[in-house]
């Protein structure tokens, strides 16, 4: 959903169904470990008016940001890590290219003097941070997805490669690259396609959402994102896996399908969850009503799920570089 929180960025720049049993179960198989639970937002009052409602500090916090930016704008982004990790959390950044770069000349080093200070800024920082390179590549949407002005899978993977190898050149081991599509559908790029390999993922991920409209019916967390994540471990097997972007508009079953998230999570074997915490056109928020916020509540505080507190910034970083 990163397409309509750009505006968020360049902002920020300046200062009907019942829970299905028939779909496939996911090969990896959960653990007993607690879920972290995260959000995003827009902005540090925004995540910090989110956590109180749920009286909790979220243990993963996400932000959008564009990576052709000036050493000003990137400072600020580290203070933001800083503050994150202050609260207890790790960050997790999604940056993403110019729409006018190619993946070709992204593979070609064309970007490489943002990508160099990005890696040198993120080094200096010093502790875990998730990075979600080119997010939702497979929906053809975005600028870098193949099949978007005639740039090909070959070329995807080429970029996506060169990014990851510039930052390790620079020493920047403590980010972690989340490889996220989203969610399986009719007519999208293969996963397959897609996948840069093992040796340039640390995890993989999936953005879904429970739409509810004219070509969308209403689907419960596990039916939403199962046949995706058996299709991940086709060729990722062992990657730990995270739901980056979740959410659900106001429906009468809100709050049930909220609910429903933790026991969703443990049979996808999923480590992590961030909530989409934005109100657009759709209102994805927990706050959407009254019992969506007190199912978000439940949910958080029960024995399934963990957040910063709960967990130390030790342990939060543990997850966020070993995905255990």
Not at 50 to 62: E, F
Not at 247 to 257: I, L, N, T
């Amino acid at each position: 959903m990163r397409i309509r929180m750009m505006a968020v960025a360049l902002a920020f720049g300046l200062g009907a169904g019942t829970l299905a049993t028939s779909a496939p179960a996911p090969a990896h198989a959960a653990t007993a470990t607690p879920i972290i639970f995260g959000l995003t937002d827009h902005w540090k009052p925004d995540i910090v008016a989110d956590d109180s409602q749920l009286g909790i500090h979220s243990g993963i916090v996400g932000l959008f940001t564009k990576w052709q930016t000036d050493k000003t704008h990137r400072d600020t982004v580290v203070r933001w890590f800083q503050w994150v990790r202050d609260r207890g959390g790790a960050p997790m950044l999604d940056l993403v290219p110019p729409t006018t770069v190619t993946d070709a000349q992204i593979a070609g080093g064309n970007q490489d003097a943002y990508l160099r200070a990005w890696a040198d800024a993120m080094r200096g920082w010093g502790h875990p941070i998730l990075l979600r390179l080119f997010p939702e590549m497979n929906t053809r949407a975005h600028s870098y997805a193949p099949g978007n002005r005639g740039q090909t899978a070959a070329q995807f993977r080429s970029a996506w490669r060169h990014v990851v190898t510039v930052f390790r050149s620079r020493g920047a081991t403590n980010v972690k690259w989340v490889w996220n599509p989203y969610r399986f559908f009719t007519g999208e790029i293969s996963y397959r396609a897609i996948w840069p390999g093992p040796a340039y993922v640390n995890w993989v991920a999936l953005d879904g959402y429970n739409f509810v409209d004219s070509t969308h019916p209403f689907r419960w967390p596990y039916t939403l994102f199962a046949d995706s994540v058996s299709r991940i471990r086709n060729i990722a097997a062992v990657k730990p896996l995270m739901i980056a972007e979740i959410g659900c508009r106001q429906v009468p079953r809100k709050a049930d399908w909220i609910k429903a998230v933790p026991p969703a999570m443990r049979r996808l074997g999923a480590k992590a969850v961030v909530w989409f915490n934005e109100k657009g056109a759709i209102n994805w928020r927990l706050d959407s009503s009254g019992a969506s916020l007190t199912a978000a509540r439940t949910i958080t505080h029960s024995a399934d799920m963990t957040y910063a507190g709960r967990w130390s910034p030790a342990r939060i970083d543990q997850l966020v570089t070993t995905g255990s």
